[in-house]
């Protein structure tokens, strides 16, 4: 079966520099969900889309700014990035039925790194 | 806001024998969803099993079955038969059931699990 697809699945950038992350959901579902797991940490929501509208926000710094498109593939952008960024950066898709989604599957997720 | 806790850090069990995960959890909603994932050393996050609190009925995969008590909110993960490709991260996770509430999940913070050959 099709998984969530991320990309790259590594990527290593100096601090300041921008930051370009890419998520390809689950085919039919429609929402998408970004998560940063930091070293040892538990994955921390960041920001959702349905159909291509924001859905929910957390704790996203607003250096971030995602977007989801009209193929529901979501883009995560980060700007002016600082060391603290290095995480595993974690994409979920799930697809509404009813007035609900159901199960949340996660793609690979993306290794960043700042150095 | 919804809190989750995972108050063991790290577990460890023998090949073939049966342990149990712990969870808590705090919410003032009636109706949410339960869920365990599990992460190996790949990282990638696995969904394990999932509960709907409105089900009474406790959530069981081959191996994998939990014990939901709602009024103790109490949402632990059994496994049976240990083996050791079951050796992970186990995450223990909650998500709002409404429309009108977040759909974000919110993680406890894991706990590793060893398994001895």
């Known amino acids: 079966a099709a998984g969530v697809i991320q990309s790259p699945r590594h990527l290593i950038k100096e601090k300041r520099e921008t930051a370009t992350l890419k998520c390809y959901p689950i085919?039919?579902?429609?929402?998408v969900y970004w998560y940063q797991q930091g070293p040892g940490q538990d994955p921390q929501f960041l920001i959702s889309f349905y159909e291509k509208m924001q859905s929910d926000k957390g704790s996203i710094p607003d250096r971030f700014s995602a977007q989801q498109f009209s193929d529901y593939h979501s883009e995560l952008n980060m700007s002016s990035l600082e060391l603290g960024d290095s995480a595993l950066y974690f994409c979920?898709?799930?697809?509404?039925?009813?007035?609900?989604?159901?199960?949340?599957?996660f793609g690979p997720g993306t290794r960043l790194t700042v150095t | 806001a919804q809190t989750v806790t995972q108050s063991q850090p790290e577990m460890s069990v023998q090949e073939a024998e049966t342990v149990t995960l712990s969870c808590t959890y705090d919410t003032s909603e009636s109706d949410y969803y339960l869920f365990w994932y599990k992460q190996p050393p790949s990282r990638q996050m696995i969904l394990v099993i999932r509960?709907?609190?409105?089900?009474?009925q406790n959530a069981t995969e081959n191996r994998f079955s939990v014990n939901f008590q709602k009024a103790a909110k109490s949402f632990s993960l059994k496994i049976s038969d240990s083996q050791l490709g079951d050796a992970a991260m186990y995450f223990c996770?909650?998500?709002?059931?409404?429309?009108?509430?977040?759909?974000?999940?919110?993680f406890g913070k894991g706990m590793k699990l060893t398994v001895n050959p």
């Open positions: 509960q709907e609190a409105y089900k009474q």
């Open positions: 085919p039919r579902h429609d929402t």
């Open positions: 979920a898709s799930s697809r509404h039925t009813g007035t609900s989604s159901y199960e949340q599957y």
């Open positions: 996770a909650y998500r709002s059931f409404d429309q009108g509430g977040s759909e974000k999940l919110v």
